[in-house]
């Protein structure tokens, strides 16, 4: 079958760092994705990783390992804008749609 | 300027209604989808649709029909409404792209309510 897991919540300070981290077992794979989502609002695109390593786009970065079937998003300089859930999402094959993992809600406090 | 747009954005409705959520993207993509994000925010495919091929999400049940007049367009139908149908309805689109990505963008989303 088709799983991904991430915790379910999450809680950080302004100015910290955080890691999300997300595992998943399914019958292919072609792509990791985080998407970010406010409350209310649709998923918007944070990060792809389809080889292993490290992606970096300004304060987010992702992580992949294949052979582990693992991927983490970091979250540097966190702001009280960045309390949102964050979706991890694998493509099993190409052209198809993606599999969401259930979310991890991030609160930042001051 | 809206990339992926969707209406109605909220529907409140009898159960038993039929309804339809329309949804239109100007990105030129290849392929549209519909999501379904129930109350405990898990977001789930429904259907995934480009000129050539439906592919259905086998636990949606029948009363759900997606209808595409062109490739711009993917417009979600559905028959006599149940209570569980209740949730936040996502459509999204991605390019065919034979570099891999193919990163999807969802629309603001269809809040619908049975009665």
């Known amino acids: 079958g088709q799983n991904i897991d991430q915790p379910t919540e999450m809680t950080a300070t302004e100015g910290a760092i955080v890691q999300i981290n997300c595992t998943y077992q399914?019958?292919?794979?072609?792509?990791l994705f985080w998407y970010q989502q406010h409350a209310g609002e649709a998923p918007t695109f944070l990060s792809y990783?389809?080889?292993?390593g490290l992606e970096e786009k300004g304060r987010f970065s992702s992580f992949l390992s294949r052979s582990k079937g693992y991927s983490y998003l970091l979250l540097k300089e966190l702001q009280m804008k960045d309390s949102a859930s964050y979706l991890c999402a694998v493509r099993d094959r190409a052209g198809t749609a993606l599999i969401f993992g259930k979310g991890t809600t991030l609160s930042v406090s001051s | 300027d809206t990339a992926v747009s969707q209406t109605p954005k909220y529907l409140v409705t009898q159960m038993g209604n039929d309804k339809s959520i329309k949804c239109e993207q100007n990105?030129?993509?290849?392929?549209m989808y519909w999501y379904k994000q129930d109350s405990k925010k898990f977001l789930k495919i429904m259907f995934s649709?480009?000129?050539?091929?439906?592919?259905i999400n086998e636990t949606v049940p029948n009363r759900f029909s997606p209808k595409s007049p062109d490739k711009a367009h993917l417009n979600l139908h559905i028959n006599s409404l149940e209570l569980g149908d209740s949730a936040v309805y996502f459509c999204a689109s991605s390019p065919r792209t034979s570099g891999g990505g193919e990163t999807q963008y969802f629309g603001p989303g269809t809040r619908l309510l049975v009665l």
């Open positions: 990783n389809v080889l292993d």
């Open positions: 990105l030129g993509h290849d392929t």
């Open positions: 649709y480009n000129n050539k091929e439906l592919i």
């Open positions: 399914t019958s292919g794979f072609n792509g």
